[in-house]
């Protein structure tokens, strides 16, 4: 039989028993807790490193090299960036299609700019010299990544290469929508406009059909001349102006006329001989010199009343900007379309 003193010693050990129990399941279940949240922060520090991994991996995908490309053109064989940031234009054809893709640049000649194309005299783009004589300390000053060129500049081309990648865009008269396309379509591969270029000449390339159509079903012939400086020279087929007869349809009066780049000297006799059914003239000095023009009394006179164009009221005056200037761009060859389309009766 216990004694009391015993029984409180006891009831006190198991007190203490009991104590120690729930301490050991206390325990238990913090260091299940500690586990748990170290289980989740290494959970986080994974997931923290992954993200890192993977935004290192986005950065590296980021930082690739620039897509290139290797343009073959006349001059050479050239390696541009493609989409070009700063761009530098000799050719007025060629900024007339950047110009309707909506493609910026940054310098260009603004010696004898198309009237059509005039923002860019604004200051915000620099004047990169004249036609034949580049400012080539100007154009290294802006830094471009590429430059195009054509027939004026092309004996420079090494100088300009030296500068920055330079490419040749000329306009070859003899094939001239072949040539025409292939520039374009060129442009829209540079600068990612591969659709709207192929808008664009389809545009054109109906309108011509109808042109061409209306132009044959005429049955009549054309002259186109370049009044300069008091002289005519006349242009045929194959020649710079040759679209006329070429791609449009208006029968030539002269299948013979000699081809170049300035055209054949003619007189006014040789009007009066051919007697052409349409005259279109092409006014140089309207759009150098001063803008003076001189086409007018060179060709209106009393030696030229009686041929069937004057007669006919047939006589048309082109838009020199479109046809001495630009020919070659996306606006100016639709423009091109459109006047003949005008003069055809």
Request: hydrophobic share 40%; proline share 3%; charged share 25%.
């Amino acid at each position: 039989m216990l004694t009391d003193d015993t029984e409180n010693h006891y009831h006190l050990v198991i007190k203490l028993l009991n104590n120690i129990h729930e301490v050991k399941t206390l325990k238990r279940k913090w260091q299940a807790i500690l586990l748990i949240l170290i289980v989740a922060l290494f959970a986080t520090a994974c997931g923290t490193t992954d993200s890192a991994s993977n935004a290192s991996e986005t950065e590296k995908e980021t930082a690739k090299e620039p897509e290139t490309l290797t343009i073959t053109h006349q001059l050479g064989e050239t390696t541009i960036e493609k989409n070009p940031q700063k761009v530098v234009v000799f050719d007025y054809g060629v900024l007339d299609s950047l110009d309707k893709l909506g493609v910026e640049v940054v310098g260009l000649p603004k010696q004898s700019l198309p009237g059509y194309l005039e923002k860019f005299n604004d200051e915000k783009y620099v004047n990169a010299g004249g036609l034949k004589e580049p400012d080539f300390e100007t154009i290294n000053e802006m830094a471009p990544d590429l430059i195009i060129i054509s027939g004026r500049q092309q004996d420079s081309y090494e100088e300009f290469s030296e500068i920055a990648p330079t490419i040749f865009m000329g306009l070859d008269t003899t094939k001239y929508m072949d040539s025409y396309k292939e520039n374009a379509n060129l442009l829209g591969e540079i600068f990612g406009k591969e659709a709207e270029v192929e808008t664009e000449i389809a545009k054109v390339e109906e309108a011509i059909t109808g042109l061409n159509e209306k132009a044959t079903a005429s049955g009549k012939n054309g002259l186109i001349v370049l009044a300069n400086e008091g002289n005519i020279s006349a242009y045929g087929p194959g020649s710079r102006f040759g679209i006329l007869h070429d791609v449009f349809g208006v029968k030539p009066v002269d299948e013979k006329i000699e081809v170049s780049t300035h055209g054949q000297n003619i007189s006014f006799e040789y009007l009066v001989e051919k007697d052409p059914d349409y005259l279109f003239i092409v006014d140089r000095g309207s759009v150098v010199e001063g803008g003076q023009s001189s086409a007018k009394s060179i060709v209106e006179n009393k030696l030229v009343e009686n041929i069937s164009a004057v007669k006919n009221d047939n006589v048309v005056y082109l838009n020199a900007d479109f046809w001495y200037l630009s020919g070659g761009g996306l606006t100016s060859v639709a423009e091109m379309v459109k006047e003949i389309e005008a003069a055809i009766q």
